[in-house]
C-alpha cells in the first residue's frame, strides 16, 4: 500500500490531507459546536472533491477519512447510544441529469427495465433525530451523532409539542417497538421572534434556524429546549418489530396513524417525470412556506426495492437529495459605503467578491445600521457568510473571525450625510441616522424611482440611470415634475434618442390612471407599504378624506397602528406635499376606486387567527375562505381579535387568547361559522 502511495504525486496527497483537515474541521464546527464557518454549498464541494480523489487514487482513502462518516463524534457531555440501523447522510443531486442517472443505475441494479415509482418530500433543514417507542411509550430519543452513534436527548425531545408521548392506536395494533426518524426545525417567523429576544438580553444570535434547532436540542438543561419553538416531520424507520410493510409511503401512513406529524407536501408513488416536476413546484414555493428547505428528497418507494438495493458507506442507494442553489455562501467584504434612502435614512452597504447566491450573483448586502455592525464586529476585508432568501436584499450572516490577518479595517458611519454634505441626526429609539434636508438628490432620486416603481405607478423605462439623470441635470425635482416633461426636453439628454423619449413619454401617460391605493403607496409615506395602502383605500373614497384625515381617526382603523397613523397625518399636513399632490392631479391623473361591494359578507370586520395544525384545512385554505367571507387573518392575537381557529399543536397564540379572553373555535365550528 505504501509503494502504491509513494508513486502518487506529492502535490495530490497533499492536497487529499488538506481535504480531509479541512472537513474534519467543519464537522466539528457543524455538528458539535453548531457554528458553521462556511456555507453548505461550500462544504459539498470540498466532500465532492476529497471523493473524486479517492476514487481516483483509491490508495489514499484512510480508515479517519469524512467521506466514512455522516458527521463528527458526539459530545462526551451526554451519554451516547448506538443506532441499530445506521442513519446514513444522502447523496446529492444538483441537475436533473443527476436524478435521471440516478434512476437509471438503480433500474440497472434491479435488473429491471420497468419504470420505478418514487415518493418526494421536501427536505427540511433541521436536525436529524432519532425516537424509540415501546409499547407505545416514548422511552429513547439521540441525534444521529455520526450516523452509528448518537447523544441522548430524550427529555430535551419531550419538550417540544408535536412529540407524541404515547403513540395512538386507533384501529390497528401499535408496533412493540419502532425507532423513527425525524427532522427537528424551528419556523421562521418563531426564530426570528427568538433572536430578536437574544439579542435584547445581550446575548448572541443564532445564525439561522437549523442552528437554533441544533442549539436547542443540545441544552443540558431541558427547562430551556421546553422555552424554544421547535418542532418536528417524521420521514422514516429504522427497526419496526411485527409489522411487515412493502411501501414507504405506507410506512409514512402508518406514522401518521400512530399520530407522528408527516410533511403534507409529501408526494407518494410517483414516476420519474413527475419527481422533476415535484422538485420544480417546491422550489416556487420554498420562500412562502413557514420553515426552510433546501431541496428535495426522492426515494424509491419499494420497501423490498431498498432492501434489494442496500447502502454504501455513507448513503443509501435508494434515495438522494436534489438540493436547490445554496442560498448562503462566503465571500469577502472589499468597502462598505453608506447610502441615502427616500426617508433620509443612512444604510451601509457590503460591497462584496462577487459570489454565486441561489443562482444569481451578488456582489452587495445590506449592514443594516450601525448597531448591527457592531453586534457581528463587521470590518472591512473580512471573509463572511452571506445569504439571499426570496427576493430580499442580500444579508451579512456573520463573520469567520478565524480567517482574519490583522488587515481588516473598523468602519465608523458618517457624520455628515454623503449625498449633500448635512450634519446627520440619530434620533433617541431609532436604529438609523438620518439626514433631514428634503432637498438632498440621493433622497429626491429614491423618492422618485419608488414613485415610478411596479408596486406604485409602474412607469416602464425609468430606471435608476435615467432617474439619476434626470435629478442631476436639474428636469426632476420631485415626482410631480414626471408628469411635465416633454420629448424634446428628453431629446436634448445625452444618450437618449427620439424613440427612447417618445417611449417614456408614452409609459407616463399610461401610469395616469392608478388605482387608489398604489398612488398612496407612490407617494412614499413613511411606515406606509403596500398592505397599508390597501387598508386605507378600504377605508377611504376620495383623496380628499383620506388627506383631511386625523391620526386618531386613521388610528381607528384595523390594521394601522399608532405610528403609521401619526406618519400619514404628518405627510399630508406639510404644504409642500399638498402642492406636489396638486400638481399631479392638474396633469391629468385619474385615480380609480374600486367597485363597492354589493353585499356584507357574514365575517365583515372580523378578525381572526389561526395556531397549529388544523385536521383537514391547510392554513391556507382556511385564510382563503375567511377572507372571502369578508374577514381578517392576522399574525398575531390581541384585543382587537374577534376568533382564535386552534387546531393541534396549538402554541402561545391560544395562552394569550384565553388570557385576552377571545373566544376560540376549531375547524368544525369554523366551517359552521361560514355556512351561517
Known sequence: MKENVDSIDSKIIERANALRQALHHHNYRYYVLDDPEVSDAEYDRLMRE???????????????????????????????????VPMLSLDNAFADGDILEFDRRARKNLGTEDKLLYTAEPKMDGVAVELVYEGGRL???????????????????????????????????????????????????????????????????????????????????????????????????????????????????????????????????????QVLEYYREIAEIRHRLPYEIDGAVIKIDSIPFQRQLGAKSRSPRWAIAYKFASIQETTRIERIEVQVGRTGALTPVAHLQPVSVGGVTVSRATLHNE?????????????????????????????????????????????????????????????????????????????????????????????????????????VHSYADLFYLDVTTLEAMERMGSKSAKNLIEAIGKSKKVPFRRFIYAL?????????????????????????????????????????????????????????????????????????????????????????????LKRAEAKAMIEAAGGKVSGSVSRKTDYLVAGESAGSKLDKAKELRVEIIDEVRLKELLQS
Open 371 to 475: 448597531d448591527e455592525i457592531e453586534k457581528k464586529d463587521i470590518r472591512v476585508g473580512d471573509q463572511v457568510l452571506v445569504q439571499r432568501a426570496g427576493d430580499v436584499i442580500p444579508e451579512v450572516v456573520k463573520v469567520i473571525p478565524s480567517t482574519r490577518t490583522g488587515k481588516e479595517t473598523t468602519f465608523e458611519m458618517p457624520n455628515d450625510c454623503p449625498a449633500c454634505g448635512m450634519q446627520v441626526v440619530r434620533a433617541p429609539g431609532e436604529a438609523l441616522r438620518r439626514c433631514n434636508n428634503a432637498a438632498c438628490p440621493a433622497q429626491r432620486k429614491a423618492r422618485i424611482r419608488h414613485f415610478a416603481s411596479k408596486g406604485a405607478f409602474d412607469i416602464d423605462g425609468l430606471g435608476t440611470k435615467l432617474v439619476d439623470k434626470l435629478v442631476e441635470k436639474e428636469l
Open 139 to 273: 422511552v429513547m430519543a439521540s441525534t444521529r451523532g455520526d450516523g452509528f452513534t448518537g447523544e441522548v436527548i430524550t427529555e430535551n425531545i419531550r419538550t417540544i409539542r408535536s412529540v407524541p408521548l404515547v403513540l395512538k392506536g386507533d384501529g390497528h395494533p401499535v408496533p412493540e417497538r419502532v425507532e423513527v426518524r425525524g427532522e427537528v426545525f424551528m419556523e421562521i417567523e418563531r426564530f426570528k421572534a427568538l433572536n430578536t429576544a437574544r439579542v435584547d438580553r445581550g446575548e448572541q444570535p443564532f445564525a439561522n434556524p437549523r442552528n437554533a434547532a441544533a442549539g436547542s436540542l443540545r441544552q443540558l438543561d431541558s427547562a430551556i429546549t421546553a422555552k424554544r419553538p421547535l418542532d418536528i416531520f417524521f420521514y422514516g424507520v429504522g427497526n419496526m418489530a411485527g409489522v411487515e410493510i412493502d411501501s414507504h409511503w405506507e410506512t409514512l401512513c402508518l406514522l401518521k396513524d400512530l399520530g407522528l406529524k408527516i410533511n403534507p407536501l409529501i408526494r407518494p408513488k410517483i414516476e420519474l417525470p
Open 50 to 84: 476529497l471523493m473524486g480523489l479517492e476514487s481516483e487514487y483509491p490508495e489514499l482513502k484512510t480508515p479517519d477519512s469524512p467521506t466514512v462518516k455522516v458527521g463528527a463524534p458526539p459530545l462526551n457531555r451526554f451519554e451516547s447510544v448506538a443506532h441499530s
Open 524 to 616: 412614499g409615506i413613511r411606515h406606509v407599504g403596500e398592505n397599508s395602502a390597501r387598508l386605507l383605500e378600504e377605508n377611504y373614497r376620495d383623496l380628499a378624506g383620506l388627506m383631511a384625515a386625523s391620526g386618531a381617526e386613521l388610528e381607528a382603523i384595523e390594521g394601522i397602528g399608532p405610528e403609521i397613523a401619526q406618519s400619514i397625518a404628518h405627510f399630508f399636513g406639510k404644504e409642500k406635499n399638498r402642492e406636489t399632490i396638486r400638481r399631479i392631479l392638474e396633469s391629468g391623473l385619474e385615480i380609480t376606486f374600486p367597485e363597492p361591494k354589493a353585499e356584507k359578507k357574514s365575517f365583515a370586520g372580523k378578525t381572526f387567527v389561526l395556531t397549529g395544525t388544523l385536521p383537514t
